[in-house]
């Protein structure tokens, strides 16, 4: 079975800091892929990354980097000099066995608050 | 790109009625859509995956006849609850992947923008 674990519940940062959302994850497939997505108080789910489980390389996009070590099962996501509009709650999710039509495990959310 | 547009974005119903809510992938066939319940402050749980043209595979603990998905058209599947009661209330949102396994936007799934349903 697989499972995503994400201890941060809330988080709360002054706006300009720099924040680390912690995922962990647990599965018996050597293929899988993570993904990070972003809620909004809209609701809706705002795709940011997706990430195979051969592809060990830390990414940057903007603002934003990911960090996935398999050696400890995480993929850990920073916003850099964090922004009001970053707030929102921050969903990592886990697919077993490549694209087919296999469902994302979702974490528990991190629900990010950035202080004016 | 892809976008799946899920409709109504809200409702409210009384309690023992039936609602429907659409999800349309617009510019692609999803061959597999996924639907999802979020309670308030909780994470997505998976109800089902419906693959077009086939029966819906249902999560263990989510009732079928309760919550009735039909996927006829790659790009129309219906979730309906019927028989609503206020433990149905929740945020209901659905996602697509196609045909190839991969959206070239987004990589991922392409999530429609939710519907927020309040039984009273």
């Known amino acids: 079975a697989q499972k995503v674990t994400q201890a941060q519940t809330e988080i709360s940062v002054v706006e300009k800091e720099d924040v680390t959302l912690d995922c962990v994850y647990e599965?018996?497939?050597?293929?899988?892929?993570l993904f990070w997505y972003k809620q909004p108080p809209s609701g809706e789910l705002v795709f940011l990354i997706r990430?195979?489980?051969?592809?060990?390389q830390n990414e940057i996009s903007g603002r934003y980097s990911w960090n996935f070590q398999k050696s400890t099962s995480s993929f850990n996501f920073t916003i850099t000099a964090s922004q009001v509009v970053d707030s929102a709650v921050y969903f990592c999710?886990?697919?077993?066995?490549?694209?087919?039509?296999?469902?994302?495990?979702f974490g528990t959310g991190t629900r990010l608050t950035i202080i004016p | 790109g892809a976008v799946v547009s899920q409709h109504p974005s809200w409702v409210i119903c009384k309690s023992g009625t039936s609602v429907k809510i659409e999800c349309r992938s617009l510019?692609?066939?999803?061959?597999?859509m996924f639907w999802y319940r979020q309670f308030p402050k909780q994470s997505l749980m998976l109800m089902a995956t419906s693959n077009e043209g086939s029966k819906a595979t249902y999560e263990q603990g989510v009732e079928k006849d309760k919550f009735l998905i039909n996927h006829a058209s790659l790009t129309l599947s219906t979730l309906t609850v019927t028989s609503a009661h206020p433990e149905d209330s929740s945020f209901y949102i659905c996602s697509a992947r196609d045909r190839t396994g991969g959206l070239s936007r987004s990589y991922g799934y392409t999530f429609g923008s939710g519907t927020r349903l309040t039984v009273v």
């Open positions: 510019d692609f066939q999803a061959t597999t």
């Open positions: 599965t018996r497939d050597t293929t899988y892929y």
């Open positions: 999710a886990l697919s077993e066995a490549g694209f087919g039509n296999e469902k994302l495990t």
């Open positions: 990430r195979n489980s051969f592809d060990e």
